[in-house]
Nanobody, 125 residues
Framework: QVQLVESGGGLVQAGGSLRLSCSVS????????MGWFRQAPGKEREFVAA?????????YADSVRGRFTISRDNVKNYTVYLQMSSLSPEDTAIYSC?????????????????WGQGTQVTVSS
């Protein structure tokens, strides 16, 4: 059974940092590109970041580039991370990770094969 479990969300003040984790089981982790998406109340889900199977290629939304960093551990923990810094209230959302069996990155949510339940990130002003 494939499981993607996010953790690390919480309440943080503007300007602060958080690191989200997405622990993956039930699949060959190194065969899957991984992505992070977010959805704020009343807004559509949006792409945040993606990383290739090897971790050598990454992609970011313009709104987070330079502030967020996606990374992955293909050896020990089978986990993808999202390090978030310089957070603002506009980053408040539910953050979800997703996995896609592919050699290339994709920013399209529906092209992913598996999704996690999400973790809430709230940034106070």
């Amino acid at each position: 059974q494939v499981q993607l479990v996010e953790s690390g969300g919480g309440l943080v003040q503007a300007g602060g940092s958080l690191r989200l984790s997405c622990s993956v089981s039930g699949l060959t982790f190194s065969s899957y590109a991984m992505g992070w998406f977010r959805q704020a109340p009343g807004k559509e889900r949006e792409f945040v970041a993606a990383i290739s199977r090897s971790g050598q290629s990454t992609s970011y939304a313009d709104s987070v580039r330079g502030r967020f960093t996606i990374s992955r551990d293909n050896v020990k923990n089978y986990t993808v991370y999202l390090q978030m810094s310089s957070l603002s209230p506009e980053d408040t959302a539910i953050y979800s990770c997703a996995a896609r069996y592919t050699v290339r990155l994709t920013v399209v949510y529906d092209e992913y094969d598996y999704w996690g339940q999400g973790t809430q990130v709230t940034v106070s002003s």
